[in-house]
């Protein structure tokens, strides 16, 4: 599913709903759609994923590094909006690697999102993610390309300070390759410095991981957590 996946996104033939998956960017996509018909939902994704598409070719004839691939990233989600809100549909959720962005409500609910432990990739924390915000987990998991004479090579990316394991920002209405930069920010600081990186952000909903495995939530990330492993428990900065 990517750094932050989609969770409970299933739905039964007699609720207005449908769940795509494809690879964009090298990452694994996925869209849910609350709304519309059965036709008119299945042409809407072919058309993100269309877009998505362009959008890469683009982005593979560039210089390309981490931020540059997680940025486009971002910018592809911001592209993808543009196509879902020219429609009337009630809500929709669309993830591509580790970017997520909610559109609506999933009928009279928020879409719900889960964050990995970067130690183990299993569920670490789970929330409500609202309409028009921006979820991006960015953890020593993700995978960038980059070109190396002509061939585009995967690596993992791994921080060059090397105390964080991986960070979640939550943005209202944010453009996505600025929240990729942030995040880019935030996962190269150390466990002293990445405060102040929020800070001069104007970050209020961050969560930050060590390689240790232990973990810190602003106040207005922890209050919206619904979900914790049961073996540990966060730190309230």
Known sequence: ???AGIG???GCSSEPFA???ATAFSAPAQLAIWGLQDATRAKLA???WKKLNEMDEEVLQAHLTPEVDFQMRGAALDEAASILQSRELDGALLSIGEHVLALGERGYRPWH???PNPINLKPLLSFDLFSDERLIT???YAAYRQKEDD???SKTFESE???CASCSVILRGSGGARLAKIATQLYASSKADWPAVMKREGLDTVLWVSKTGRYEATKNFASRTIMVDSRDSLTII
Request: hydrophobic content about 50%.
């Open 151 to 153: 061939q585009i090579v």
């Open 1 to 3: 599913m990517g750094a």
């Open 46 to 48: 072919k058309k993100v």
């Open 19 to 21: 769940h795509f998956e």
């Open 113 to 115: 999102v889960g964050v």
């Open 138 to 140: 960015l953890g020593q």
């Open 8 to 10: 409970a996104v299933t």
């Open 161 to 163: 300070v090397g105390d």
